[in-house]
């Protein structure tokens, strides 16, 4: 089952991704998208097999630059990650939640400053669309 889901969410960003490429450059001012992703916790296999998928979908689309920063099963370390990324004015930010009511303000924080948020595999607390951009 998981890896259908995964192989569903990495379809997912791979065709986004594909789609949006001649948008890059409309997207940001240099050209570049920067995508940062929160993972939840690298040292589990489930989540390294994400982090590599979504690596090798960002390397397909010219211009799109992913930086993935391992949250160590740490909701300090989550929250510090997505404020550092706020701070970076990444053009979107992807995260799988270790935890899902330590991280909604550090995602709040995020959309309130116009980055748009995907929650993956794990949500935060709130709404598609209001708290969150989406959920995968």
């Known amino acids: 089952m ?4 995964l192989a569903g969410a990495g379809l997912c960003i791979a065709g986004t ?4 490429e001649p948008l890059v450059k409309a997207c940001a001012k240099d050209g570049q998208f920067i995508i940062g992703f929160s993972q939840a916790n690298n040292a589990e296999p489930y989540r390294q097999h994400v982090n590599d998928e979504l690596t090798a979908a ?5 211009g799109f630059t992913l930086q993935i920063a ?12 997505v404020d550092n ?7 979107i930010l992807l995260i799988s939640p270790f935890e899902a009511a330590p991280l909604t303000p550090a ?10 948020v ?6 935060t607390v ?11």
């Open 118 to 123: 995907i929650e993956l595999d794990r949500k």
């Open 58 to 62: 960002a390397k397909d689309v010219p």
């Open 2 to 5: 998981k890896t259908v889901l």
């Open 85 to 91: 990324f706020i701070t970076q004015k990444v053009d």
């Open 70 to 81: 391992d949250g160590a099963g740490n909701v300090n370390t989550q929250t510090s990650q």
């Open 126 to 136: 709130g709404d598609p669309g209001k708290d969150y951009t989406a959920f995968i």
């Open 17 to 20: 991704a594909y789609a949006a």
């Open 107 to 116: 995602v709040k924080r995020a959309m309130d400053a116009g980055i748009p």
